[in-house]
């Protein structure tokens, strides 16, 4: 959908383990993950200028504070993640495995979500903001304008805004679009059982609608962060 971001880190109350560079051994901007299994984690950007990347596995309780960074949060097996994107948005986050992520874009946009394997997924944003939820994940999204979701599998997608919204319905997903100041049309989609459910917009072309992609806690463009 939109592009990616990611995260510098702080250790939390339990075992965290840091895979970025120590200190004093590389430039200040290479981008650093941490990784964080099975514990309680409280991680926060130290460096707006610095791409952030987590990832949270194994029964994790993670809070993200992204601090005016770029952010992307990868949430896996079973994990409990948010990440705070407040003051300046662009993150994105990868929900898999029956987690649950509620990523905080309140009067910011540009996050992005990618909902999979039975989680259950929130974000809350003032725009530009999409998402893709599938198999049988519940997403949820609070947006002001221009915004979108895609909905495959068996998910269920809400999408509630005020204007220049869509939700796309593919397959044998439950969708919702509710739209405070414009009213709602729904549009043809790519074939017989996807449906397009616009407000405040004219019909998007079926190819505008995502319902999810690979996500990773690594800068886009580069190759994977050494583990």
């Known amino acids: 959908m939109r592009t990616t971001r990611r995260l510098l880190a702080t250790f939390g109350t339990m075992a965290i383990i840091a895979l970025a560079s120590a200190p004093g051994c590389g430039a200040d901007d290479e981008p650093q993950r941490l990784e964080c299994v099975g ?18 596995t194994q029964g994790a309780d993670c809070d993200l504070d992204c601090n005016g960074a770029d952010c992307a949060l990868d949430c896996g097996s079973k994990s409990n993640c948010s990440a705070d994107c407040t003051l300046a948005g662009g993150c994105d986050a990868s929900c898999q495995g029956q987690s649950s992520c509620n990523v905080d874009c309140t009067g910011t946009g540009d996050c992005n979500l990618d909902c999979a394997g039975g989680s259950d997924c929130n974000v809350e944003c003032k725009e530009n903001c999409g998402g893709g939820c599938t198999g049988n994940s519940n997403c949820g999204m609070n947006c002001e304008q221009g915004c979108d979701i895609g909905c495959t599998g068996n998910g269920t997608c809400a999408l509630t805004c005020k204007t220049n919204c869509f939700v796309c319905c593919s397959g044998s997903g439950t969708c919702s679009l509710e739209c405070s100041e414009a009213e709602l049309i729904e549009c043809p989609g790519a074939n017989g059982s996807e449906k397009i459910l616009v407000c405040g917009r004219e019909c998007p072309d079926p190819s505008a609608c995502t319902y999810g992609a690979p996500s990773s806690s690594d800068p886009p463009g580069d190759e994977p962060l050494p583990g």
């Not at 984690?41 to 990832?55: H, I, K, P, Q, R």
Request: contains cysteine; negative net charge; charged residues 15%.
């Open 39 to 56: 514990e309680q984690c409280n991680l926060s950007c130290e460096n707006a200028e610095v791409f952030c990347g987590a990832t949270c």
